[in-house]
């Protein structure tokens, strides 16, 4: 089985802080992605990268970066961390091919105080 | 840009079938796709249907697609109690998925 992995499940931090969320897939998948989820928005896309060292703007991209050095990994920067930036946080990673099936990693809650 | 839309909440008494519905905006979407969202966890692909096609059943799921209307609905059949979760709906082609705010469903005995 596919296995998307968030390094962390809670994260609490203060205002100002670079937060350096984490994710790594081992399936030699293309493509990953960041999303942020919230109650009654659902989930909005940050950044996603279809290659080592490439990357995307997502519908909301402000106040995030993101790296992709190497292909299994793909780290979500928060340069100045905000309290509006606490949410759900999930990666996923996509296989290739017609029904582009996306994997999900069970999410990282940040709280931003 | 995109939208997607759901309601928010639906209960349903365990032995019944469920119906979660979505709209959506756009058009040249090549698949429609349901996810499903258990508590403390990520998303895990249910179902999918292909644009073209009207009806696609699986075991106890079933997805109608109007694309006149731009309705997708999922039905669950004798829902369970291990089916209450969060249900998103999404749309898509190429490398961007557009997702619902999520439909949460109740179970109760």
């Known amino acids: 089985d596919v296995k998307v992995t968030q390094s962390s499940r809670y994260l609490v931090k203060r205002t100002g802080e670079k937060v350096f969320l984490e994710c790594v897939q081992d399936m030699d998948h293309e493509n990953m992605f960041w999303y942020r989820q919230d109650p009654g928005l659902g989930l909005r896309l940050i950044y996603f990268s279809y290659d080592v060292k490439m990357k995307e703007k997502g519908d909301i991209p402000e106040g995030y970066s993101v790296s992709r050095e190497k292909k299994e990994r793909f780290s979500l920067i928060l340069e100045s961390a905000s309290t509006n930036q606490t949410s759900m946080y999930l990666c996923?990673?996509?296989?290739?091919?017609?029904?582009?099936?996306?994997?999900f990693g069970s999410g990282t809650q940040l709280s931003v105080l | 840009g995109e939208d997607v839309e759901q309601s928010l909440f639906l209960s349903v008494r365990e032995g019944d079938s469920s119906v979660i519905n979505c709209t959506y905006t756009d058009s040249s979407s090549t698949y429609l796709y349901w996810y499903k969202q258990e508590p403390g966890a990520g998303l895990q692909l249910l179902t999918y249907?292909?644009?073209?096609?009207d009806m696609k059943q699986d075991q106890r799921l079933t997805v109608l697609l109007n694309k006149k209307d731009k309705h997708l609905s999922l039905r669950i059949a004798d829902t369970q109690t291990g089916d209450s979760a969060i249900y998103f709906c999404a749309e898509g082609g190429g490398n961007k998925l557009t997702f619902g705010t999520g439909t949460q469903l109740k179970v109760e005995l």
């Open positions: 996923a990673s996509r296989i290739g091919g017609a029904n582009e099936k996306l994997f």
């Open positions: 249907i292909f644009s073209n096609m």
